[in-house]
């Protein structure tokens, strides 16, 4: 009987929390469900790091908008396509968006974890996370968010969900076009570095708040080298 309640009890909140925001944040999630009052009808959004899609199915199932979704490692990708072929509004890209075009190399997480793969090499995340581990290195494809927006002919993108391992913030200062006109970012945050030369999240934050941007939540657990943060423009 314990179990059966156990497993009521899971179901309940998880159901309070994805659809009706209760509570709004979750350990290191914000519910993307608050998303919504944010956002226009059908919002354009970029899903970056997409990694096997679990985001991006749940933006389109919430959202009912167009849904870019970029992830650069092969394997990945696969999956990806395969969990997203339903939606007829997601859109998948095996390419990572960086500060450059043309190619770089990017670091392959394995172990317990092969969501934390980055275009930075790793550096207090090998100490915090000794399970996982980074043992190859790859050459991935690499375009600026402005030129696949205008090669891809898109003037607006309305939410950026970033989860790009530290990347974030070198991919946002080259992006002035499309960033000019984004509503919504939902964006991982590093509290140290966790990897070479990650931007920690005060600059981070400062950065967006002189594009225009207010902090909405903040979903950083005590002692975490990293988080999530919800920044909505004023």
Avoid at 108 to 123: C, F, H, T, V
Avoid at 174 to 196: D, P, Y
């Amino acid at each position: 009987m314990k179990n059966y309640l156990g497993i009521a009890k899971y179901y309940a909140q998880k159901c309070l929390f994805d659809k009706y925001a209760i509570p709004k944040i979750k350990y290191e999630k914000i519910s993307k469900t608050l998303l919504k009052k944010y956002l226009p009808e059908k919002p354009i959004v970029i899903d970056c790091g997409a990694h096997d899609g679990a985001d991006s199915v749940e933006l389109a199932k919430i959202l009912k908008g167009e849904i870019h979704s970029f992830e650069p490692v092969n394997n990945l990708f696969s999956r990806l396509k395969t969990n997203t072929h339903n939606f007829p509004n997601i859109y998948c890209y095996e390419i990572a968006l960086s500060n450059k075009n043309g190619s770089q190399d990017f670091y392959i997480s394995e172990g317990r974890s092969d969501a934390s793969s980055s275009l930075l090499m790793p550096k207090a995340h090998l100490d915090d996370h000794p399970d996982t581990f980074f043992k190859t290195k790859i050459t991935v494809k690499t375009l600026t968010l402005d030129y696949w927006a205008e090669i891809n002919k898109i003037e607006k993108v309305d939410l950026l969900w970033l989860d790009m391992q530290g990347f974030e913030l070198n991919m946002l200062e080259v992006s002035e076009k499309i960033l000019a006109k984004v509503s919504v970012i939902h964006t991982e945050v590093s509290t140290k570095e966790t990897f070479v030369g990650v931007a920690q999240y005060a600059e981070y934050r400062e950065f967006l708040e002189n594009k225009g941007f207010n902090v909405v939540l903040e979903a950083i657990p005590v002692g975490w080298d990293m988080g999530n943060v919800l920044f909505v423009r004023k």
